[in-house]
């Protein structure tokens, strides 16, 4: 069930659909000036996740795996690129925000796992996901396999894999979002579009930054995802880190090298964090995941849990997507609420 829209957060929405965040867009508007005048831009070779892919024009018929990678495209006005999407319908209302005609213009391809005979009946040239977004060895569907029967992609950079194992993360979470962009951008041919977003973008986080909480006034603050037994939370290298950190709080899991990943509740009360960010989507809503946290005994005596300090933000703000710098500003008004 999606939460009610808060003040801050819509105002914020209604913002980035006024500045053209996710504004319709002419095939030509965008496109590098440079491109159209010498007709040259192809092949154009772009680095993803240590690879380098060369692409000879751009894909037509991209099929995209979650919210916030389908939502990347959408923000670049590539809807016309793509085949269609998958994601499970648990992802909040799609109806109010800025890409709300993507949806409307686009195939919702299925509601089920992504896999290789989905993408191939779509006729996909490209699919655009990540480790753990839709890619999984454990599963078969892994860009090899894709490639062994022609299909190309393109991983999420929030899930590269860092080489410790299958953990994943190489760089800032709003890094790679705004590396996602500009390769995209690249490969589309819609440059000029992809510096507008990333320009904007910029400038809200800096925003939020100037009116954060500073110095001692930065609580400790820990993501709450899902998990009883032990809680799945955000590393440094998944969006979570840089929301907090930009919004003015101290994330108390900011040495964990990985970007999505498991802890013990052990950890979580020795940190003792001030604020807890519930990640809401799923068959178990905030509200309960509220419910468990201010019932665990464990947790009892931890400060956010005493002090009722308990916010939540939506999985798609959270994730690696355009919604990323809009979380910044919700969660950095939270901040600053909370400690007033």
Same mark, same amino acid.
């Given at each position: 069930m999606p939460r009610p829209v808060r003040p801050a957060a819509l105002a914020l929405v209604l913002a980035c659909a006024v500045t053209g965040c996710g504004a319709?867009?002419?095939?030509?508007?965008?496109?590098?000036?440079?491109? &159209? $005048?010498?007709?040259?831009?192809?092949?154009?070779?772009?680095?993803?996740?240590?690879?380098?892919?060369? !692409?000879d024009r751009a894909p037509r018929r991209v099929v995209t795996n979650d919210v916030g990678i389908t939502e990347i495209m959408f923000a670049l006005g590539l809807e016309e690129h793509m085949a269609g999407y998958v994601m499970p319908d648990d992802k909040g209302d799609l109806t109010t925000v800025p890409w709300k005609d993507g949806y409307r213009r686009t195939t919702w391809l299925s509601k089920d796992?992504?896999?290789?005979?989905?993408? /191939?009946?779509? &006729?996909?040239? /490209?699919? !655009?996901?990540g480790w753990n977004y839709g890619f999984n060895e454990g599963e078969g569907f892994t860009p090899a396999a894709l490639r062994r029967v022609g299909i190309d992609s393109y991983l999420l950079s929030?899930?590269?894999?860092?080489?410790?194992?299958?953990? &994943?993360?190489?760089?800032?979470? /709003?890094?790679?979002?705004?590396?996602? /962009?500009?390769n995209l951008g690249r490969v589309f041919d819609v440059e000029d579009r992809a510096e507008t977003l990333v320009t904007e973008f910029r400038e809200q986080v800096a925003d939020a930054q100037?009116? $954060?909480?500073?110095?001692?006034?930065?609580? &400790?603050? !820990?993501?709450?995802?899902s998990g009883e037994d032990k809680p799945f939370t955000s590393g440094v290298f998944a969006g979570p880190h840089d929301i907090i950190t930009k919004a003015g709080g101290d994330h108390v899991m900011k040495d964990l090298q990985d970007s999505w990943t498991t802890v013990?509740?052990?950890?979580?009360?020795?940190?003792?964090?001030?604020?807890?960010v519930i990640n809401d989507y799923g068959d178990?809503?905030?509200?309960?995941?509220?419910? !468990?946290?201010?019932?665990?005994e464990p947790l009892a005596n931890v400060s956010a849990v005493k002090n009722d300090r308990i916010v939540t933000l939506d999985y798609a703000d959270l994730v690696e997507s355009p919604r990323n710098p809009a979380a910044v500003s919700s969660l950095a008004a939270d901040l600053r609420s909370l400690g007033s």
């Amino acid at each position: 069930m999606p939460r009610p829209v808060r003040p801050a957060a819509l105002a914020l929405v209604l913002a980035c659909a006024v500045t053209g965040c996710g504004a319709d867009v002419s095939p030509e508007e965008g496109k590098g000036d440079g491109a &159209r $005048a010498s007709g040259s831009h192809y092949p154009v070779t772009v680095e993803n996740c240590g690879e380098k892919k060369t !692409f000879d024009r751009a894909p037509r018929r991209v099929v995209t795996n979650d919210v916030g990678i389908t939502e990347i495209m959408f923000a670049l006005g590539l809807e016309e690129h793509m085949a269609g999407y998958v994601m499970p319908d648990d992802k909040g209302d799609l109806t109010t925000v800025p890409w709300k005609d993507g949806y409307r213009r686009t195939t919702w391809l299925s509601k089920d796992r992504i896999n290789k005979e989905l993408v /191939l009946d779509a &006729r996909a040239d /490209l699919v !655009f996901a990540g480790w753990n977004y839709g890619f999984n060895e454990g599963e078969g569907f892994t860009p090899a396999a894709l490639r062994r029967v022609g299909i190309d992609s393109y991983l999420l950079s929030e899930s590269c894999r860092n080489g410790q194992g299958k953990a &994943r993360g190489v760089m800032a979470p /709003l890094d790679a979002l705004y590396t996602d /962009l500009r390769n995209l951008g690249r490969v589309f041919d819609v440059e000029d579009r992809a510096e507008t977003l990333v320009t904007e973008f910029r400038e809200q986080v800096a925003d939020a930054q100037a009116k $954060a909480p500073k110095g001692a006034d930065r609580p &400790r603050v !820990f993501l709450y995802d899902s998990g009883e037994d032990k809680p799945f939370t955000s590393g440094v290298f998944a969006g979570p880190h840089d929301i907090i950190t930009k919004a003015g709080g101290d994330h108390v899991m900011k040495d964990l090298q990985d970007s999505w990943t498991t802890v013990g509740w052990e950890t979580v009360v020795a940190r003792d964090p001030e604020v807890i960010v519930i990640n809401d989507y799923g068959d178990v809503t905030a509200e309960q995941k509220r419910k !468990f946290l201010t019932s665990y005994e464990p947790l009892a005596n931890v400060s956010a849990v005493k002090n009722d300090r308990i916010v939540t933000l939506d999985y798609a703000d959270l994730v690696e997507s355009p919604r990323n710098p809009a979380a910044v500003s919700s969660l950095a008004a939270d901040l600053r609420s909370l400690g007033s």
